[in-house]
């Protein structure tokens, strides 16, 4: 059953220190997604991937925030430095781009910045 | 005024009850229609999407989808205690890992 994969399941950092969340998306899917979820804001696209490269990052912070895909199986989001209004749950998901389905989501990283 | 809005409830029905769930939406360039379900610390998984106007059913899960009103809903048929869990909307104007819009989610527990 292939599943898109997601480290640290749970992050406690304090303020001013980079965080590195990363994702494995399934294998053969084209189209990587960030996403934050929050209490107040919900589920907000931070940005995506097709083929590695970046199609849409406006959703995120440029000053402290980036995302990178190394490679086809591999997906980073950093954020650096961290403040506390970053404290959210963090999901990755991926799809196939054409294709009828949509996006799988992973199991996410909960993030919490003191 | 956020282009997807979805009442976040919560909202909570005893076991066996029909549910229904819904989304307006802003933006008339929408086509394909989603709802993913979401357990407590888990992520989002897609339950049923429907494209442009009209119904879908799969098993005690019907989607609606009126374009002409800008809204959809899901209803959920005896109900069970295993449906609580939080429900979003999602639109996109194509399909195929494209860029969806999230509603708020709604909050539903079905108690027993």
């Known amino acids: 059953d292939a599943r898109v994969t997601q480290t640290p399941r749970d992050k406690v950092t304090e303020m001013g220190q980079e965080v590195t969340m990363r994702c494995q998306p399934i294998l053969g899917h084209n189209t990587v997604f960030w996403y934050r979820q929050t209490m107040m804001q919900g589920l907000e696209l931070l940005a995506y991937?097709?083929?590695?490269?970046?199609?849409?990052d406006s959703g995120m912070p440029k000053d402290r925030f980036s995302a990178e895909m190394p490679d086809a199986t591999l997906a980073t989001l950093k954020i650096q430095p961290s403040e506390p209004r970053d404290s959210a749950v963090y999901f990755c998901?991926?799809?196939?781009?054409?294709?009828?389905?949509?996006?799988?989501f992973g199991p996410g990283t909960r993030l919490t910045v003191l | 005024q956020k282009e997807v809005e979805q009442d976040p409830g919560p909202l909570s029905v005893p076991e066996g009850a029909i549910v229904s769930l819904n989304c307006t939406y802003s933006n008339s360039a929408f086509q394909y229609f989603m709802w993913y379900r979401q357990y407590s610390r888990k992520g989002p998984e897609l339950l049923m999407y429907?494209?442009?106007?009209g119904n879908k059913e799969d098993g005690r899960f019907t989607a609606q989808v009126d374009k002409s009103s800008k809204y959809i809903s899901l209803f959920i048929r005896d109900s069970q205690p295993s449906d609580s869990a939080t429900y979003l909307c999602a639109m996109s104007g194509t399909l195929g890992a494209q860029k969806l819009v999230f509603g708020q989610g709604t909050r539903l527990t079905i108690n027993p």
């Open positions: 998901a991926s799809g196939k781009s054409g294709w009828t389905d949509t996006q799988y």
């Open positions: 429907t494209y442009s106007s």
């Open positions: 991937f097709r083929n590695r490269a970046p199609l849409d």
